[in-house]
């Protein structure tokens, strides 16, 4: 039986919402950190009720001005901060638990995704602060993925609910993370310690790489709403979602078994680029997406909600911090995780 879902009504936070945009919350005038501080503290179970109506919300108005000044503003905002496992992608580490948003080259868009998707436990809530704007672009999307569930075929939906998805990595030097950054250790032994515990099936290649598989939920419920959303990597690391050129000369690299990340069905069926297409295209329907201004702030129920970045021009400097940390058990997967089958 489907359990009752729990969103929150209207707070009278003024919260302005325009389509392709996220909602925004304006702040009075503040005059410093101090009321900064204040003024979320008074208003945070409003805004923590907005969030899990909306699933993100940019407040703006906010004088944030250096990393110390976000991290105290998180501070009040997250009652656990989560740690970024498994890595993925570069990022600075400002200390404090703050890093950089994904230092990726500014010319290469980010598509839309779920933080850890594919971890057994995962931060619930991601905090985005903007320090300076780029020149042009440079947006960091949002897309309700519960609206990205309800857009994608019935047929499609349901070929996931039963198998889950399966993520494949190959961790190379030149492409993607080695697996020393990726599992913040030089020991192999750990490693392999690592990913029994995390149910994640690992190999050792020639010449030190190492491969890994596991098996997740495609789609999830929301532990405080109950709603069912997609939450999954299966078309942010698909072969078909790489630009045709860069596709064919990963594939001469490295060969097609041998890309640092692809996905396919849980069960192991390969996924057709007319998939992977559809699946891009329901995030694509869903996104939004507001310019940066210094200052700003954006929340992002990590459940409720997927992100990307627009590719831009000019300087950008974006921080974010993790908090709330759920396990999977606590989403109601339709799958069980469980090691990928090696080949």
């Not at 101090?34 to 008074?42: G, L, R, Y």
């Not at 960091?140 to 075929?153: E, F, G, K, N």
């Not at 990595?169 to 990726?182: I, S, V």
């Not at 109950?226 to 490295?254: C, G, I, P």
Request: charged share 25%; proline share 7%.
């Amino acid at each position: 039986m489907t359990p009752e879902t729990a969103i929150p009504q209207p707070t009278g936070l003024p919260v302005r919402f325009q389509p392709g945009r996220p909602p925004i919350l304006r702040t009075p005038r503040l005059a410093g950190q101090a009321s900064a501080q204040a003024w979320v503290t008074e208003h945070i179970e409003a805004i923590r009720a907005e969030l899990l109506r909306h699933g993100h919300l940019l407040i703006r108005g906010l004088p944030i001005e250096r990393q110390e000044h976000f991290a105290q503003l998180r501070d009040i905002l997250v009652r656990q901060r989560a740690t970024y496992k498994e890595k993925a992608t570069p990022r600075s580490d400002y200390g404090a638990d703050v890093y950089s948003s994904t230092d990726l080259p500014a010319i290469q868009p980010i598509r839309q995704h779920n933080e850890n998707s594919y971890t057994l436990d995962f931060p619930g809530l991601l905090l985005f602060c903007c320090l300076d704007a780029p020149d042009e672009g440079g947006a960091t999307t949002v897309a309700d993925v519960r609206q990205v569930r309800a857009a994608l075929p019935s047929d499609l939906v349901e070929r996931f609910r039963t198998t889950g998805w399966l993520l494949t990595r190959n961790y190379h030097d030149h492409a993607g993370l080695p697996w020393q950054t990726a599992f913040a250790t030089e020991d192999r032994e750990e490693v392999a310690a690592y990913c029994e515990r995390n149910l994640i099936g690992h190999s050792w290649q020639t010449g030190m790489g190492l491969r890994t598989v596991q098996r997740r939920s495609a789609l999830v419920r929301h532990p405080r709403t109950h709603e069912e959303v997609w939450f999954n990597h299966a078309a942010f690391w698909s072969r078909w979602s790489l630009d045709k050129d860069v596709q064919e000369v990963m594939e001469m690299t490295y060969g097609t078994d041998g890309l640092p990340f692809d996905t396919s069905f849980g069960d192991g069926e390969a996924l057709t680029a007319e998939a992977v297409d559809i699946l891009n295209e329901a995030y694509d329907s869903a996104t939004r997406r507001e310019s940066w201004r210094p200052g700003d702030l954006m929340l992002v129920d990590n459940v409720l909600s997927s992100h990307g970045r627009d590719a831009y021009r000019g300087t950008r400097r974006i921080l974010v911090a993790m908090g709330e940390p759920i396990t999977l058990t606590d989403c109601e997967p339709t799958v069980r995780p469980s090691p990928g089958l090696l080949t």
